[in-house]
């Protein structure tokens, strides 16, 4: 069984950087893609960037130019490097992982709160 343990949440003021990371134990089938996805409160869930395991990344509108994601295979480990934050990217982060071939195989973290204020 799959788990995702995210760490790097947090409160900010707007302007200002934070890394998240999400590092998944057990084995993970590939190829498959590492997300992250946000939901504030009141809103649905949506997807903020995607990496594949080659390294062909996709972003939300919102955050092209702010944030960065990568992986790092060997230990199964994504990032999402967030800067120039503002209020509005206020949620609470969530790590994905999904098997493009099997639906089956698609695991969530617990979520991490991300804060923006002054």
């Known amino acids: 069984q799959v788990q995702l343990v995210e760490s790097g949440g947090g409160l900010v003021q707007p302007g200002g950087a934070l890394r998240l990371s999400c590092t998944a134990s057990g084995s993970i089938a590939s190829p498959n893609t590492m997300n992250w996805y946000r939901q504030a409160p009141g809103k649905q869930r949506e997807l903020v960037a995607a990496?594949?395991?080659?390294?062909?990344?996709n972003y939300a509108d919102s955050v092209k130019g702010r944030f960065t994601i990568s992986r790092d295979n060997a230990k199964n480990t994504v990032y999402l490097q967030m800067n120039s934050l503002k209020p509005v990217d206020t949620a609470v982060y969530y790590c994905?992982?999904?098997?493009?071939?099997?639906?089956?195989?698609?695991?969530w973290g617990q979520g991490t709160q991300v804060s923006v204020s002054s």
């Open positions: 994905n992982v999904r098997n493009v071939f099997d639906p089956r195989g698609d695991y």
């Open positions: 990496i594949t395991n080659s390294g062909l990344t």
